[in-house]
Nanobody, 126 residues
């Protein structure tokens, strides 16, 4: 079992920044691939970013490339999502997810993740 708790969401103006955190417990964090997904009202959950177990490989959705950065601190059992140059269309509930399959490349499909956090709301005003 893996427990994931997100934090850091909030209300920010367009062009601003936020940093989301996801703290993991219950299993060796350094063996987990980690991902961030988001879901806006009336839309399906979509991939945002992912990082493999070592932090050596990352992937991003085209819509956030150059603006968002995913990172991890295995000593703190935490994965981060630094979000810069935020846009109103980034407004969504952001979810952290964990993949227990140890792989060089982190997955981008939600079905490949085994555990999910409860989500944190990010609202970007125009």
């Amino acid at each position: 079992q893996v427990q994931l708790v997100e934090s850091g969401g909030g209300l920010v103006q367009a062009g601003g920044s936020l940093r989301l955190s996801c703290a993991a417990s219950g299993r060796s964090f350094s063996t987990l691939g980690m991902g961030w997904f988001r879901q806006a009202p009336g839309k399906e959950r979509e991939f945002v970013a992912a990082i493999n177990w070592s932090g050596g490989n990352t992937k991003y959705a085209d819509s956030v490339k150059g603006r968002f950065t995913i990172s991890r601190d295995n000593a703190k059992n935490t994965v981060y999502l630094q979000m810069n140059s935020l846009k109103p269309e980034d407004t969504a509930v952001y979810y952290c997810a964990a993949d227990t399959y140890v792989s060089r490349y982190p997955p981008m499909q939600s079905r490949e993740y085994d555990y999910w956090g409860q989500g944190t709301q990010v609202t970007v005003s125009s």
